[in-house]
């Protein structure tokens, strides 16, 4: 096994030295970085430091290899870190974002096999429908659920409805060409349990649609996973659009969650919009609905998000963020990326940063 590992960079420098001409590797990332205060974490206020909010912080290798006729290898390796500490995130394990490798072809579509986001994240947040797309953590669905007790998430609804990019390990995925506006993919994660091809396996699914200014997508994905009190099954849908008008982008989004397990069960719907008011600034805003179900004792919740963001640069940008979360009385509410719930059934962030990209 060591011996391998020695051998793989001298293979590599002499593949990639006999294929430069013909092949590109980019190294790029984004980082984020600013103070949080947060009116109610568990019955205290709190002011820190918070990193990873409005843009994750991500180190990415990318790269392909022109094979002729149209079609290329492809390939992504993108590691998520902490900037406070410089720790690996999620699970301290390199390149646990994305790593795969794959044929992009221009006719037949596009086929990669790693470990890769389903499309939960691609159609939908990708896609341009889900605010988080530009207020970023904070913005993803949490609230008071946690009895939703989701397999290996931190607080048990930790973006419940996958739109921050969950990956999924040894799978497949396929994504069509597009056809006159519409491309269609699909996924495929091998459980690799021995005797059982249908335990802990992973499947999803997107539809997508793009005519000009106008979009829309769906996406559907199940994810089966082994606990102590037995396979767990989570199903996640979503459909969403969105309207490009000048310098104003508005987007709508729809997502549900159903644990089989314990029969827990959300739906949530968003509004929402960003105002490019001229080059270096940007104003957001977005709203959003969650409602449990009765296993999760009917709670619900309303939540605002506010922001301004003054770009620097092409690269560079500050920005100013409010969230507000508001839950029905005798609940916790709870804004994602806070892992202790406020004491009370409301919660507020206000945060300043700073991103750049590279």
Request: proline share 3%; aromatic share 12%.
């Amino acid at each position: 096994m060591n011996r391998k590992f020695i051998v793989f960079p001298l293979a590599l420098g002499f593949a990639m030295g006999n294929c430069r001409a013909q092949s590109s590797v980019t190294l790029w990332g984004l980082i984020d970085g600013g103070v949080s205060y947060v009116s109610n974490e568990g019955g205290g206020r709190s002011l820190k430091f918070d990193d990873g909010v409005v843009l994750p912080n991500l180190l990415k290798f990318t790269g392909q290899e022109d094979l002729g006729g149209g079609t290329k290898a492809v390939f992504d390796l993108t590691n998520q870190f902490s900037l406070g500490t410089g720790s690996f995130i999620p699970g301290q394990s390199l390149f646990s974002r994305l790593a795969y490798v794959g044929l992009d072809d221009a006719r037949l579509g596009r086929l990669t096999l790693g470990n890769q986001y389903d499309f939960m994240f691609d159609s939908l947040v990708v896609g341009y429908n889900d605010a988080a797309y530009y207020t970023g953590l904070y913005s993803v669905r949490n609230g008071p659920f946690n009895n939703l007790a989701l397999p290996n998430n931190p607080t048990g609804a930790f973006d419940w409805d996958r739109t921050a990019g969950l990956s999924v390990p040894n799978s497949v995925k396929y994504l069509s060409p597009n056809f006159g506006g519409f491309s269609f993919g699909g996924m495929y994660g091998f459980g690799n349990v021995a005797g059982s091809i249908g335990a802990s396996n992973a499947s999803s699914f997107g539809l997508n649609y793009v005519n000009g200014a106008f979009g829309a997508n769906a996406a559907y994905t199940l994810v089966k996973t082994a606990t102590a009190v037995g396979q767990v099954s989570v199903r996640n849908w979503g459909v969403g659009a969105h309207y490009h008008l000048g310098p104003v982008t508005a987007n709508t989004l729809v997502t549900t969650v159903h644990n089989n397990q314990n029969g827990a069960g959300v739906w949530q719907a968003e509004i929402g919009g960003v105002w490019q008011i001229n080059a270096p600034c940007a104003l957001i805003g977005a709203y959003s609905y969650m409602k449990g179900n009765a296993v999760l004792n009917n709670n619900h919740a309303h939540q605002l998000t506010g922001m301004f963001q003054y770009y620097l640069s092409k690269r560079t940008s500050v920005y100013s963020q409010v969230v507000y979360q508001r839950a029905n009385e005798g609940a916790n509410a709870q804004i994602n990326g806070v892992f202790v719930p406020s004491s009370t059934a409301s919660q507020f962030i206000a945060r300043i940063g700073m991103t750049t990209q590279f």
